[in-house]
Structure formats: structure tokens, C-alpha cells
């Protein structure tokens, strides 16, 4: 083998290496998560009867509606990506839009159910959930923190899939080049799969 | 994916140094994605930190000279030892030795161009370089320095009016930064080895950068998300750990340590394998036990993030949890004497050379021993008791960590100097500079074991005068340590601006790929990606093989 030439057996683009990337950033999703659901598991079992009562007072319809709006939105993710292998653009870009969309409605509830709570007197510091037992201020700082921290999530999940409508209108995403609306897909199936743990765990305990 | 679109034949043979891409001067280093360039992007900034670290680490050496105040207060000397510690460890060590040589040489010695994810490279660099600044910010910022330690411990951490948003944002930066390093090493060992080269071919640093790169995956988030609550905690009043509220501070000890001890071995197993590299090499012999190193290090990063709960037992565990923790403490102590015992096999018959990066490896190898020894000594639960909190454990772990990440990375950047810059050292220089650093380390560090035995408290400025004499001669040893360095930075900047030009591919007889690429290596390290037959350490007793690609 000469030096001048290049066997070239270095890709320079290798979807197989931002697959694992991808899943490795996702197992990182995970143990941050991770960290809380160890806190919840702690609390809950020292504070049963109290994470019982204050479970209450959580709206389990609005959950409901929002699990299944999340889990539609999986799915409409997923037809997007099988839209654009299968060569078409401007559905792909429907099933995009229409998953931002319901990840909007889905803020949009957090956002009713935030506010009820809020005005009812149940938020970190207040004089009414200071006046509660030690095990209900523990259960209402877990639930903000985690479905903030995953409202956070569905919101930066928003914004890569709109990126990725841009990528797809410029053609950067096509038929044989998708792996970018993948990886989007599978964060925004992580966020889904968070929020499908959460919603047992602060809705349906009561 | 890396980003360039360059014809498939590499007509460009200048050393990376002298390459010349998009931009030039400042910006062709800073807007850079190669793997080597990156790699001294960190070794300036990392350079930068760890001299700061040393000015606050000679300043608490000072203070603690006399009895009572010397030179400043108990306020001051609680920022000292919190910036000193926030400094050494998430600026300097963690980042050390993955960010410089693991960028360096992960890339040459499994074969490959660049890492699998250079933007996200450059992104890391400053990543930590934006976490730096906030660790700037947090001390100068009115409101004070930092002094909850570094370990930001409950219900202080919640309490204090110190800058504490600033530098838990910071540390969360940084976390970022480690994570993200982490994750592409191991894509790149996954998917970028050059053909021919199975697991068992790789060397063993890319070994050990492969199972450090695990744990700073697995376990970082959990810090990050840690210490993202107690930001949560001083800005809402949460109560996740705030005991008046109900929180449990037991608790946030234990996620601190789920991430800071397996943070141990981000530090030292990577070291470990600049070790192994070096000894292999100045010892002439093929390393002995390869699969046993390469093992041990993953059994060290799957040990190492199960006891964590040796750092609480005086914190009020249950007693079946201190056994269990103490139990498996003394585990991690077997993968760690096997890498001894093969360093220390290697060694037996071999024609040792003792080149500045040997004597750094057998110093290590001391160090390490100490260090290892008086951890098992804190993981028994009886004596624990009485060493907690006292100067043993500093002893303890500045053996370990500046010990292991420290030696490691003089040694490592004496081995690949040359490599790195096509420049010479003085090796008369490095020697004597080695030596001084070597004895003040051990005058410095070891009377913190004799005064902590007797019980001296950590973190104090003040002690009785009983305790004065072993605190002197620490201080001395400080200074006798600091003369060393000072020798040290000098070799490194003398060789940088005046030391002898040199081209010579493997000046050290060593049998990886890196010494069969140019010095210093071309933009893309190889002419072409050379195809891997044999295994990496295969020295013909006392023997140099001929040169060239194979």
C-alpha cells in the first residue's frame, strides 16, 4: 500500500455511531430521571399514608387526557418517520406538526392543572402546604419538580421536532438519509415513556 | 459523524500543528474539530486551573502553619478549601487526563482519524471552559466564595449566603461536559477501531478511557440532577432536602456519593492506563496480564459505583448498610492490586529504563499503594469511626487522586511530549523536578496521616498547638512540592519555546499506533488507516522493530 492513497475504510458518516451516541444519551435521560424516581421511591415508602392523601387532591382526568395525548403523539411521531421512508414529505410533515401540536395541548393542560394548584394554595412555600404533614410538602415538591423537569423535556422535545420539519422542508432529512427525525423520535418516545411512569406514580396512588 | 468534506485521499502531510483548515491563527485552534487540537485546547485551560488549584492549596498550607489565624480567617479559609477542592477536582482532574490524552491518542492508537462525534468534541471544550467562568464569577461575586465545601453537603449548602447557585450551576456545566466526553469515546472505541483490531488488540489506555467513559455516563446525570435540586431547593423552598420541611439530608448524601466516589475512578483509571502504556514501553516487555488489566478496569468501574456509602458511615446509616458497604469496599481493593501486581510483573526482567515518565509510573505505583492501603484502612468500619473527618482522609486522598490522576498526567505528558509538539525535553530537568515534587508530596501528605491519626479535624484553620510540629513540616513540604512544580512547568515551557526540533517517530521503542505515526502526527494522524494484525504489546525482548505502517 502506498502512503499517497487512502483506503478510505473511515466513514465519514456512520448512522450506526449516532444510533449508539443517541441511546447513550438516552440511557444519561434516564439516570438523571433516575435520580428522582430513587427520592420518590424513598419519600413514598416513608410517607405512604400522606402521599395517599395528598394524591387526592390531583386531577386524574387531566392526567388521563394527557397520557393519551402523549401516547398519540408517540405514535404520530412514529408515522412520520415511516412517511418519509417511505418517501412522503409532506405527510412526514403533518404527523411532525400534528406531534408538536399535541405536545402543545399537553403544556396547555400542565399548564390548567399547574394554575389550579397554584391558586388552591398548593405550591413550595406557601402558608397552606406548610401547614400540611412533612410527607404532603414532600409530595408536592416531588410533582413539580419532576412533571417540570419533564415539562421541560416536552418542550425542548418541540423544538427538535421543529428543527427537524425545517430539515425536512430543505430536504436535509429525505427518503434515504431520516437518521436525524429518528433520533428526534426516539427522545420524544423517552419523554413519552417518562411521563408514562409519572403518571401512576403522583395521579393514581390516591 | 465527523464533518469534513475532503476528497478521500489525504494529500495534506503538514503536522496538525502547522495545518492549515477554515480559519487560521486563534480561530483555527478554537473553531477546530480535530481530536488534537482539542486536546491542547484542554491542556492550556486545564493547565491554567491546576496552577490556580496549587496557589489556593499553598495558601491553606500556610494558613495552617501556626495555630490560630495566620493569614486569614475561619470564613476565608472555608472558601480556600471549597474553591480549592471545586477547582482540583471538576477543573482539573476529572476532565485531566480523558480530555487531554484520551482526545490525544484514542483516536491514533485504535486507528482512526478523529473521534466519532468531533463538533460535539469542541463543544465539551467549552462546555467546561463556560463552566470555568462560573467558577470564576461564584468567588468574585459580592455575596462571597463559596464554603459549604466541595461536597455541598445539606442543610449548609441550603443556608449559606454565599454564591451557591452559581458554582452548583457550574459543577452541572461541567457534569455536561464529562457526560458528553464520556459518551463519544465509547461510540468512537465502539465503531472506529481500524480493521483488524478486535477488543483484545486494543491497548490499554483505550482500554481504560473505555470503561472511565461508562461511568461518566452512567453516574454523572445523577449529580447533575442532584445538584439541580439543591438550586431548586434554595430558589422555591422545595423541602426535597430540607430537613425543617421534611427532606431527608442522608439522602442527598447519598446521590452526592452514588456520582462523587464512582468520580474517583474518572479520575484514576484513566491514569491507570497512561501507567500501563508507560511501563510497558520503558520496561521493554510486553505487558503481562493483558486481559487481567483490561478487566480489571471494567471491574473497577462496576465495583467502584457500589460503595459509595463508605463515605457516610458516620453519617447515620443502618448498621447492615455500613457492612454491606464495607464489604464491598474491600472488594474494589482486588482489581486495583491486580493492575499492581501486573504493573509490578511486567516490570520483573525487564530492561528498565528509567526516562522521566518511568520514574512518574513507579512513583505511581507507590503512591497508589499507599493511597489504596490507608482507603482499606478508612473502609473498615471500626477504625472509620475514628478517622472520620480528621486529616487521615486528606492524606488519604490527595495519596490517591494526586497520587494516581496527578502522577499520571506529568508522566503521561513526559511519554508523549515529544509526540504531542516535535519537541525535546530536557530530561536532566524533568528528573531533578520529579525528585522534588516526589519528596514534597511525601513530606507534604504523609504527616496528615500521623496528625489525623491522632485526631486532627479537617477543614479547620484552627488546632491545638500539639498538632504543630506535623503541620509544619506538611507546610514545608508544600513548599519543597510547589519548588517542583515550579521545576517542572519550567521543563515543559523551556522545551515548548527552545527544545531540540525532533521527527523521530518512536523515540521510545514503543509497539502502539501512535509511535508509528508522524511526530507530531499529520491532520489526520494516518496516510492511510492502517490495517491491525497483531496484538499491541508485542516487544521482542530488548529489541526495537523497524519503523512504518503496518
Not at chain 1, 423544538?159 to 436535509?172: D, H, L, Q, S
Not at chain 2, 467558577?135 to 463559596?146: D, E, R, Y
Amino acid at each position: 500500500m502506498s502512503l499517497e492513497e487512502n483506503t478510505a475504510v473511515h466513514l465519514h458518516k456512520d448512522d450506526k455511531a449516532s444510533k449508539l451516541g443517541m441511546w447513550l444519551f438516552l440511557l444519561t435521560e434516564l439516570t438523571l430521571f433516575g435520580g428522582l424516581f430513587l427520592m420518590y421511591a424513598v419519600y413514598r415508602f416513608t410517607h405512604q399514608a400522606e402521599f395517599h392523601i395528598a394524591a387526592k387532591s390531583l386531577n386524574t382526568f387531566i392526567g388521563t387526557l394527557n397520557t393519551s395525548i402523549l401516547l398519540t403523539s408517540s405514535l404520530t411521531m412514529a408515522l412520520s418517520i415511516t412517511a418519509i421512508r417511505k418517501g412522503n414529505k409532506n405527510l412526514s410533515l403533518s404527523f411532525q406538526g400534528i406531534t408538536i401540536f399535541f405536545g402543545l395541548l399537553f403544556l396547555l393542560n400542565k399548564y390548567f392543572e399547574w394554575s389550579h394548584e397554584i391558586n388552591i394554595g398548593n405550591f413550595p412555600g406557601s402558608e397552606s402546604l406548610l401547614s400540611k404533614s412533612q410527607g404532603e410538602i414532600l409530595f408536592y415538591g416531588l410533582y413539580y419538580v419532576m412533571t417540570g423537569l419533564h415539562a421541560l423535556h416536552v418542550i425542548i422535545g418541540m423544538i427538535v421536532i421543529a428543527v427537524m420539519m425545517r430539515f425536512t422542508m430543505k430536504n436535509i432529512i429525505n427518503r434515504n438519509d431520516n437518521f436525524k427525525l429518528e433520533a428526534a423520535g426516539l427522545y420524544w418516545h423517552l419523554v413519552d415513556i417518562i411521563w408514562i411512569f409519572l403518571f401512576p406514580l403522583f395521579y393514581l396512588i390516591s | 459523524m465527523a464533518d469534513n468534506s475532503t476528497a478521500i485521499k489525504t494529500k495534506n502531510h503538514e503536522s496538525y500543528l502547522d495545518y492549515k483548515g477554515k480559519h487560521s491563527g486563534l480561530l483555527g485552534w478554537i473553531l477546530s474539530t480535530d481530536h488534537k487540537r482539542i486536546a491542547i485546547l484542554y491542556l492550556v485551560v486545564i493547565s491554567a486551573w491546576f496552577l490556580i488549584g496549587v496557589v489556593i492549596g499553598f495558601l491553606i498550607r500556610l494558613e495552617l502553619l501556626t495555630p490560630g489565624g495566620t493569614i486569614v480567617g475561619a470564613q476565608t479559609y472555608n472558601a480556600f478549601f471549597t474553591v480549592h477542592g471545586i477547582i482540583m477536582l471538576f477543573l482539573f482532574v476529572i476532565p485531566g487526563i480523558p480530555a487531554i490524552f484520551g482526545n490525544f491518542f484514542l483516536p491514533i492508537m485504535i486507528g482512526a482519524k478523529d473521534v466519532a462525534f468531533p463538533r460535539l468534541n469542541l463543544l465539551t471544550w467549552y462546555l467546561y471552559v463556560i463552566g470555568g467562568a462560573f467558577v470564576i464569577i461564584a468567588i468574585f461575586l459580592p455575596g462571597g466564595a463559596p464554603d459549604s465545601g466541595w461536597t455541598f453537603y445539606i442543610p449548609y449548602s441550603i443556608r449559606t449566603s454565599t454564591n451557591m447557585i452559581i458554582t452548583l450551576s457550574a459543577t452541572f456545566i461541567l457534569g455536561f461536559s464529562s457526560i458528553l466526553t464520556g459518551l463519544n469515546f465509547i461510540v468512537t472505541i465502539h465503531r472506529m477501531r481500524a480493521p483488524g483490531m478486535g477488543w483484545f488488540k486494543m491497548p490499554l489506555f483505550p482500554w481504560a478511557l473505555y470503561a472511565t467513559g461508562w461511568i461518566q455516563v452512567i453516574v454523572t446525570p445523577i449529580i447533575g440532577i442532584t445538584l439541580l435540586l439543591v438550586i431548586v431547593e434554595r430558589v422555591f423552598g422545595v423541602g426535597l432536602f430540607d430537613p425543617s420541611l421534611g427532606g431527608d439530608p442522608i439522602l442527598y448524601q447519598h446521590l452526592f456519593w452514588i456520582y462523587s466516589h464512582p468520580a474517583v475512578y474518572i479520575m484514576a483509571v484513566p491514569a491507570m492506563g497512561v501507567i500501563t502504556e508507560i511501563i510497558t514501553v520503558y520496561s521493554h516487555r510486553t505487558i503481562f496480564g493483558y486481559k487481567a488489566i483490561a478487566y480489571s478496569s471494567l471491574a473497577i468501574a462496576l465495583l467502584g459505583s457500589l460503595v459509595w456509602g463508605h463515605h457516610m458511615f458516620s453519617s447515620g446509616m443502618s448498621d447492615t448498610a455500613n457492612f454491606v458497604f464495607s464489604l464491598l469496599t474491600f472488594l474494589v481493593a482486588i482489581p486495583s492490586a491486580i493492575k499492581v501486581f501486573n504493573w509490578t510483573a511486567t516490570l520483573y526482567k525487564g530492561s528498565i529504563e528509567l526516562e522521566p515518565p518511568m520514574l512518574y509510573a513507579l512513583a505511581f505505583i507507590f503512591l497508589f499503594t499507599i493511597g489504596g492501603l490507608t482507603g482499606i484502612m478508612q473502609g473498615t468500619l471500626s477504625l472509620d469511626i475514628h478517622l472520620t473527618d480528621t486529616t487521615f482522609i486528606v492524606g488519604h486522598f490527595h495519596y490517591i487522586i494526586f497520587g494516581t490522576a496527578g502522577f499520571g498526567l506529568f508522566g503521561g505528558l513526559y511519554h508523549w511530549f515529544p509526540k504531542m509538539f516535535g519537541r525535546t525535553y530536557n530530561k536532566k530537568l524533568a528528573k531533578v523536578g520529579f525528585w522534588i515534587l516526589f519528596t514534597g508530596f511525601n513530606i507534604l501528605y504523609f504527616p496528615m496521616f500521623v496528625m489525623g491519626w491522632l485526631g486532627m479535624p479537617r477543614r479547620s484553620y484552627d488546632y491545638l498547638p500539639e498538632y504543630q510540629s506535623y503541620q509544619v513540616i506538611s507546610t514545608v513540604g508544600s513548599w519543597i512540592l510547589i519548588l517542583g512544580l515550579i521545576l517542572i512547568v519550567y521543563s515543559f515551557i523551556k522545551a515548548l519555546r527552545s527544545g531540540e526540533r525532533t521527527t523521530e517517530k518512536n523515540y521510545c521503542g514503543g509497539e502502539t499506533l501512535e509511535w508509528k505515526v508522524e511526530t507530531p502526527p499529520i491532520h489526520e494522524n494516518f496516510y492511510e488507516i492502517p490495517i491491525v494484525t497483531g496484538g499491541p504489546y508485542e516487544y521482542k525482548q530488548n529489541e526495537l522493530e523497524p519503523e512504518g505502517v503496518n
